[in-house]
């Protein structure tokens, strides 16, 4: 991606300062009492949704790789709680798991560029082998991610099953979806992307195909989130955005950048859309209430989460 344009860009969707200097949550700012009332009012039909991947060893991450897939271990298996009535046992089990190896909420700390990150916090003050001391996923945790969220199901309206790899979706794009689907996105809403991606993970059971199929949101889509003032950006692929054939370009993860670094919007990784999307196809409403809070671990830049669509 160009300098000019990108710096132009990030310029344009800076939000430092825009809710204090000492801001940790960026745009989930914008989801007040107005976008809560109308994320319930969104629960028309009681019909929920899982959108997040089962946490397993036959997760998406690939054997070596530095986010490694969960690992479950009963470290108390069939044991007494009182060892002089042994009738009565118990069990215990820890995990072991990258943070972002599956389903999972990138937080504001996640990327940054030029030593800075959100909201002007430099590197060298904000980051540590312990965690960060600021921007972490606990102030996305507390009080959680919840609004009305809306679907754009950019794979159906281009009459594929999954997108093409490298498939930049564009500003364009969003606005003619959301004028075919009839809904409205307001400040405040959660935006909720399908690129038919999950497809080959959730249904196929292949993580390689679904590793190399990487459609995705292209970065001028960050001027788009800013104007209609979205609080937050979920997809079904690896990264919400393209990943750029050209890996040395100086900008790998532009909308990263721009979303996390410049306008302070948390992005919503590896959401399993399928039955979701299938549902709003069936009934044409294409709007639910969207829950979906991280766990509050304290100094960490990413959290897993099991998202709920209430239709």
């Known amino acids: 991606m160009d300098r000019i344009d990108f710096e132009a860009m990030a310029e344009r969707v800076r939000n430092w300062g825009r809710w204090g200097h000492e801001d940790n949550r960026g745009t989930l700012n914008l989801i007040g009492p107005e976008a809560l009332r109308r994320g319930a009012a969104a629960a028309r039909r009681g019909k929920p949704f899982s959108l997040g991947l089962r946490f397993d060893r036959a997760g998406p991450q690939p054997a070596g790789n530095e986010r490694i897939n969960p690992q479950l271990f009963l470290h108390a298996l069939d044991k007494a709680i009182r060892p002089d009535f042994p009738r009565v046992r118990y069990n215990d089990d820890t995990v072991v798991m990258a943070l972002q190896c599956a389903t999972q909420w990138d937080a504001l700390s996640h990327v940054h560029y030029d030593g800075v990150l959100y909201n002007g916090c430099k590197a060298c003050d904000t980051l540590t082998p312990q965690g960060v001391r600021r921007l972490g996923v606990e102030h996305l945790a ?16 281009h009459g594929d099953a999954v997108l093409p790899s490298g498939h930049a979706i564009t500003p364009d794009d969003l606005t003619a979806i959301l004028e075919r689907q009839q809904v409205t996105v ?9 690129t038919g991606a999950m497809r080959a993970l959730a249904i196929d059971g292949d993580a390689a195909t679904y590793r190399a199929v990487q459609p995705g949101l292209g970065p001028e889509c960050a001027e788009w989130l800013f104007d209609r003032q979205i609080a937050a950006v979920c997809a079904d692929n690896l990264a919400v955005e393209v990943l750029a054939r050209d890996a040395a370009q ?29 549902d709003c196809a069936a009934d044409g409403c294409y709007e639910f209430l969207l829950c979906a809070p991280p766990l509050g671990f304290t100094g960490a830049v990413g959290s897993p989460v099991n998202p709920i669509a209430l239709k």
């Open 142 to 157: 507390d009080p959680g991610i919840t609004s009305r969220g809306v679907l754009i199901d950019v794979a159906r309206h």
């Open 186 to 194: 307001e400040p405040g809403d959660i935006l909720v992307v399908r």
């Open 250 to 278: 100086e900008y790998a993860l532009p909308l990263h950048a721009l979303c996390l670094r410049d306008m302070g919007m948390p992005l919503g990784e590896m959401f399993q859309l399928e039955a979701l999307a299938a």
